[in-house]
């Protein structure tokens, strides 16, 4: 998990997220019951074609997807790069961002997620070589050589 890999890293997990690895857990730890309401709140309202849980279960756990949101709230890569990162489909990076971003706007003022742009992920990795050892392959898929 780039979480994982990351968390070894605070001075690049700081600059990435724009949040300490000790601010980004205690984030976690007050938006995920906050999350998991509006979850509920959004499968219990209207019709429903299968009963609650009875579809394709999530790939990413909460703090990936956290993690995922805080980057494109930082505004550092684009959404294809942050997708790349985390070897998930672009659209998959805006449902992320777009289900915790009004949570996150909320905390942003005691969290202080900073904006900082930058061009693109070449321009990342000059400035965090570190990135480019990161493994970015799925799990139960083998590197292509």
Known sequence: MIY???RQYPELFQAMTGLTIPAFDALHDEIKPLWQEAETATKRSGLRLR???AGRKYGAGFRERLLVACLCERR???TAEIAALFSIHPSTVNRYHYSLRDLMQKKSASYRIGKQERSGLTELVDAFPVLAELDSVPLGQERIK
Do not use: A, E, K, Y
């Open 76 to 78: 550092l890569l684009p």
């Open 51 to 53: 009963r609650i849980g």
């Open 4 to 6: 994982q890999t990351l």
